[in-house]
């Protein structure tokens, strides 16, 4: 072998590591970005509770937020206040610079929680409970982030703590004031669904995205990110 063909070779070789450890520290880099830490204790209820049917945290492969094959959905009966509560509009956090808009979402064509197309959206599972119920998990859901359109509304939702404050304005023009009392990092498929789409119960308001570990031959992220907040006069 010549000694430019040697030497060639050993320049190839250093620039093809370099790249695979490039390549590595990225992908390690958006795991430790993308996990969180749990804190907070997530209010539950001690009696039974009913759960709001076919609720599943997903979202289109497109964008890195589809469940993982074979997750089972809730398959109980909603049994909602008699109450009738207006509909929330806007959602502000100003700890992760979210002020947006609320739009009401249910389930789509392949029977899991709709999430909004635009990533600047949250979405209202409007098959549960609202927020400002006296009793039920409100659901607010957002993406972390997608292919096309970037970072997603919750991108940071993760990076909340307890004592945050979220407020919720609805269409009667009320402010709805929650204080985050929990984080989790949650594996997809271990989802405590009776729980966290619960009708009953204490009030209180669960915000979902995605996060953990991204395995594009998985189905993209493999956790999600789980904040509980109460209502600001029992916090």
């Not at 997903?58 to 074979?70: I, Q, R, V, W, Y």
Request: charged share 20%; net charge negative.
């Amino acid at each position: 072998m010549s000694r430019v063909a040697w030497v060639v070779m050993v320049v190839s070789g250093i620039a093809l590591a370099t790249g695979l450890a490039v390549i590595g520290w990225t992908q390690w880099q958006a795991y430790q970005e993308a996990n969180v830490a749990t804190v907070g204790s997530r209010p539950s209820s001690s009696a039974p509770v009913s759960v709001s049917p076919s609720a599943r945290p997903s979202a289109s492969a497109s964008d890195g937020l589809s469940p993982e094959a074979g997750t089972a959905s809730p398959s109980a009966s909603p049994t909602p206040s008699e109450a009738t509560y207006p509909v929330p509009r806007k959602v502000r956090i100003p700890d992760i610079s979210v002020d947006t808009r609320v739009v009401p979402v249910g389930i789509d064509e392949n029977d899991a929680l709709a999430v909004p197309d635009d990533v600047r959206l949250v979405g209202w599972y409007d098959l549960g409970v609202p927020p400002g119920a006296d009793r039920g998990s409100a659901v607010l859901v957002a993406h972390r982030d997608s292919r096309t359109q970037g970072h997603g509304v919750f991108y940071d939702l993760g990076q909340l703590n307890v004592g945050d404050p979220v407020v919720v304005r609805n269409d009667a023009g009320e402010r709805l004031r929650y204080t985050v009392v929990s984080r989790e990092s949650i594996l997809k498929k271990r989802l405590p669904y009776e729980e966290l789409f619960a009708v009953d119960g204490p009030p209180r308001l669960t915000l979902i995205s995605c996060g953990g570990y991204y395995d594009p031959d998985n189905g993209g992220y493999q956790d999600n990110v789980v904040v509980t907040a109460v209502p600001e006069t029992s916090a």
